[in-house]
């Protein structure tokens, strides 16, 4: 079948669409045992901290100083920050389906995302994401965070976009209502076999 696609931007979340989640409550858990944690005394450290490191304005070896080696551990941070990195899996089926979608329609492909930038730039490298994608959008490039509309607002001017041509894919719906809320066509991520959707939104007959 032939489909025929209107001129539209496709703006992406990473983590819970292409890629699994990284450094969330349970990564954070699954940290105890290895490296003899307690996870709760990380925990009342990791939110404050969080917000800064992911906005860029905190470096992930400050970030650790704070969160994790506040005190004596029996291990590094070159340790810890690689297990961090590497706590991160491909959405295979979606990676798929998003290369297949761009090689056959004239898109614009922009990725945004709540990471800190060692993070973020690692799993764009590892996962080779700069073959498909047009320009990276992340909150420790711009220092906003996804639910702020300026996030939303700055990607529509950096695309030269009108917001009703582009369409938002998020697996939270809060930021789903948000990007909506500003005009942008979006859908809540499941799997990827709610691809469906994403073609019939995108005007796909």
Same mark, same amino acid.
């Given at each position: 079948?032939?489909?025929?696609?209107?001129?539209?931007?496709?703006?992406?979340?990473?983590?819970?669409?292409?890629?699994? &989640?990284?450094? /969330?409550? *349970?990564?954070? $858990? !699954?940290?105890?045992?290895?490296?003899?944690?307690? @996870?709760?005394?990380?925990?009342?450290?990791?939110?404050?901290?969080?917000?800064?490191?992911?906005?860029?304005?905190?470096?992930?070896?400050?970030?650790?100083?704070?969160?994790?080696?506040?005190?004596?551990?029996?291990?590094?941070?070159?340790?810890?920050?690689?297990?961090?990195?590497?706590?991160?899996?491909?959405?295979?089926?979606?990676?798929?389906?998003?290369?297949?979608?761009?090689?056959?329609?004239?898109?614009?492909?922009?990725?945004?995302?709540?990471?800190?930038?060692?993070? &973020?730039?690692? /799993?764009? *490298?590892?996962? $080779? !994401?700069?073959?498909?994608?047009?320009?990276?959008? @992340?909150?420790?490039?711009?220092?906003?965070?996804?639910?702020?509309?300026?996030?939303?607002?700055?990607?529509?001017?950096?695309?030269?976009?009108?917001?009703?041509?582009?369409?938002?894919?998020?697996?939270?719906?809060?930021?789903?209502?948000?990007?909506?809320?500003?005009?942008?066509?979006?859908?809540?991520?499941?799997?990827?076999?709610?691809?469906?959707?994403?073609?019939?939104?995108?005007?796909?007959?």
């Amino acid at each position: 079948m032939k489909y025929i696609i209107p001129d539209s931007t496709l703006f992406l979340d990473i983590g819970g669409v292409m890629l699994s &989640n990284v450094w /969330r409550h *349970k990564s954070r $858990q !699954l940290a105890d045992e290895p490296f003899n944690l307690n @996870s709760d005394e990380m925990e009342d450290r990791h939110p404050v901290k969080k917000k800064t490191q992911i906005k860029g304005k905190l470096v992930l070896s400050d970030y650790l100083n704070r969160v994790v080696f506040f005190k004596k551990r029996s291990l590094n941070s070159d340790q810890f920050r690689e297990y961090m990195v590497t706590q991160t899996t491909p959405n295979v089926d979606m990676v798929k389906f998003i290369q297949q979608l761009n090689a056959q329609h004239t898109l614009k492909i922009a990725v945004f995302d709540n990471e800190g930038r060692v993070i &973020n730039e690692y /799993r764009i *490298k590892k996962f $080779q !994401l700069t073959q498909f994608v047009d320009f990276f959008i @992340s909150s420790c490039f711009v220092h906003y965070r996804k639910p702020n509309t300026d996030i939303f607002c700055l990607a529509l001017d950096l695309e030269l976009v009108p917001a009703e041509q582009a369409v938002y894919i998020d697996d939270l719906k809060m930021f789903v209502d948000v990007a909506k809320s500003l005009g942008i066509r979006s859908i809540q991520h499941k799997n990827h076999l709610s691809a469906p959707e994403v073609l019939a939104t995108l005007g796909l007959n």
